[in-house]
C-alpha cells in the first residue's frame, strides 16, 4: 500500500511540476487543470447518456482545450498565458452552460461555485476580488433575464428523471472538487508554515552559533592581547638583558634556559591558536591512519622531557610499542603534546607523571597521570570549556586553559572522547580514547 501510495505521489509531483522549478501558483493551476479534465471526463458520459447533444459537445470542446491549456502550462511554461485564457473560457461556458441547460433549472449555478473555488485556488490574492466580482455580476445579470424573459431559457431535458440525474452527478462532482481543492489549499498552507517554522529555526540556530563563534572571537582577541604578549614581552626582556649586559656565565646560561623555556611554551601557544582557529573555520582536514602510540609519545617526549627535567619532574612511559591505533597523525602529537605539557605545568618539583594505555574492546585509553595539584572542583565542569580563566603552574607556568578544549575537539574529530578524574592535592588523570586500528582489534578477537 506505502508503496502504491509512493507511486502515486510521485505521478502527482510529475504532472503538477517540481517546487525548485515552479512556482506556487503555477503548481496550483498545473493541479486544478488536472482536477478540470478529470471532471470534464466524467461529465462528458453523463451528458452523452442523458442525451444533452449541445452540452455534450461543450464538454467535449473545454476538455481539448483543458488538455491544450493544461500542456502550455507544464511542458511550455506559459503559465500566465494559460491562466488567462483558462478563465475566458471559464466565463463563456458558464454562460452558455446557463443558456443551453435549462438556466437556473440545470446545474450551472452549481457550476458557477466550483469555478469560484477554482480559480481562488491558483491565482495569487491580488486577483481574487475580480473573481468574485464577476461571481457576483454574471449569476445576476443571468437570473434577472431569466425572470423578465423566461422564454429566453428552454428546458434540455426530457423529463424530470434526466434532470434528477444531471443535477445529482454536478452537486457530487461540485461537492468532490471543492473539498479536494480545499484539502490540497490547505496542505499548500502546512507545508509553507512548516517551511517558514524550519527557516526561522534554521536563522535562530544560526544566531547562536553566530553569539557562539563571536564570544570564541573575544576569547582569541583576549589570548592573543594578554596571554601571548606576555611571553613575548619576557622574551623581548631577556634578550635586551643578555644584549647590554655584561652577565657571567653562570647568568647567561640561567637566562638562556628561561629563554628556551618560554619560547617553547610560546610556541605551543601559537600552535594550538593556529590549529583551533583553523578548526572553528573548517572542521575539516582529519586523515586518519594506523599510528603507533608508543612512537607518537616518544617523539612528544624528546622535547618535554627537557621541561620536566627543568622542574625536577620524572615521566614514567608504559606504552606498548605494538599498539596501533586509528588517527590523524599530527592531531595526535598535538594530544599528547598538550596533555603531557599540562601534567608538567600542575606538577611541582619532585613529582611524578606517568603514561600508559588501556585496552577496552575496540578502543584504546592514552592516560596521562599526574600527582600534582589537581583540579579545583569549581573548574571541573568547564575544564573543556573556554569559560577556563588563564591558571598558573606550580613554577608560575602561564597557560590559557586553551590546550584541553583543542584536544577535546581533536579527539571528537577522530572519533575519540577526552576525560579525567581528578582530586585536589592528589593528583589528575586525563583518559583520551581512540578507535583501535583494524589490525589491532582482529588480534584482540583472536587472543579472546
Known amino acids: 500500500m506505502d508503496k502504491f501510495v509512493r507511486k502515486l505521489a510521485d505521478v502527482w509531483e510529475e504532472l503538477v511540476g517540481d517546487r525548485a522549478t515552479f512556482s506556487l501558483e503555477n503548481r496550483a493551476f498545473n493541479s486544478v487543470s488536472v482536477v478540470t479534465m478529470v471532471l470534464l471526463a466524467v461529465l462528458l458520459p453523463f451528458n452523452m447518456w442523458l442525451g444533452l447533444t449541445a452540452i455534450w459537445v461543450l ?15 507544464r511542458y511550455k511554461r506559459v503559465y500566465h498565458a494559460s491562466m488567462l485564457a483558462y478563465v475566458i473560457v471559464s466565463y463563456i461556458t458558464l454562460i452558455a452552460t446557463f443558456y443551453l441547460n435549462s438556466g437556473s433549472h440545470g446545474p450551472a449555478l452549481l457550476l458557477f461555485f466550483l469555478t469560484f473555488n477554482l480559480l481562488i485556488a491558483f491565482s495569487s490574492r491580488a ?23 423566461p422564454t429566453w431559457i428552454t428546458d434540455s431535458y426530457r423529463n424530470g428523471s434526466d434532470r434528477y440525474i444531471d443535477i445529482l452527478s454536478s452537486y457530487i462532482v461540485t461537492l468532490t472538487c471543492i473539498y479536494l481543492i480545499t484539502n490540497y489549499l490547505r496542505k499548500n ?54 644584549a647590554e649586559y655584561e652577565l657571567e656565565e653562570e647568568e647567561k646560561k640561567m637566562l638562556g634556559d628561561e629563554l628556551l623555556t ?83 605545568k600542575f606538577t611541582p618539583s619532585g613529582g611524578q607523571i606517568d603514561i600508559g594505555i588501556q585496552l577496552r574492546e575496540n578502543t584504546c585509553n592514552l592516560l596521562v597521570a599526574d600527582n600534582g595539584i589537581g583540579i579545583d572542583p569549581s573548574q571541573q565542569d568547564e575544564i573543556f570549556s573556554l569559560k577556563t580563566q588563564s591558571t598558573f603552574g606550580t613554577n ?3 597557560g590559557i586553559g586553551l590546550g584541553l578544549v583543542l584536544c577535546k575537539e581533536l579527539l571528537a574529530l577522530q572519533q575519540g ?32
Do not use: C
Not at 324 to 336: K, Q
Not at 421 to 427: D, T, V
Open 189 to 242: 498552507y502546512e507545508r509553507e508554515k512548516q517551511i517558514a517554522e524550519e527557516r526561522a529555526d534554521k536563522i535562530d540556530m544560526q544566531n547562536i552559533n553566530l553569539e557562539q563563534l563571536n564570544q570564541k572571537k573575544d576569547k582569541l582577541f583576549s589570548i592573543i592581547a594578554h596571554d601571548l604578549q606576555s611571553p613575548l614581552n619576557s622574551i623581548i626582556t631577556t634578550l635586551h638583558l643578555i
Open 417 to 448: 572522547e577526552l576525560w579525567f578524574e581528578s582530586a585536589p592535592g592528589k593528583g589528575t588523570t586525563f583518559y583520551a580514547s581512540f578507535p583501535l586500528s583494524q589490525a589491532d582489534s582482529a588480534d584482540k578477537k583472536l587472543s579472546a
Open 262 to 344: 618560554l619560547t617553547k611554551n610560546t610556541s605551543n601557544l601559537l600552535t594550538n591558536l593556529l590549529t583551533w582557529s583553523k578548526l572553528q573555520m573548517d572542521g575539516k582536514g582529519v586523515r586518519l591512519s594506523s599510528e603507533n602510540v608508543y612512537e607518537s609519545v616518544e617523539r612528544v617526549l624528546s622535547i618535554q622531557r627537557m621541561l620536566a627535567d627543568k622542574k625536577s619532574v620524572a615521566i614514567v612511559s608504559r606504552v606498548d610499542p605494538a599498539i596501533f591505533i586509528t588517527a590523524d597523525h599530527n592531531m595526535l602529537e598535538l594530544v599528547v603534546r598538550n596533555l603531557i605539557n599540562n601534567a608538567i
Open 59 to 73: 464538454v467535449a470542446t473545454l476538455l481539448a482545450l483543458q488538455v491544450l491549456f493544461f500542456y502550455l502550462s
Open 396 to 398: 608560575n607556568e602561564k
Open 127 to 149: 486577483k481574487h476580488w475580480i473573481w468574485a466580482l464577476l461571481h457576483l455580476l454574471l449569476p445576476v445579470i443571468l437570473l434577472t433575464k431569466e425572470y423578465f424573459d
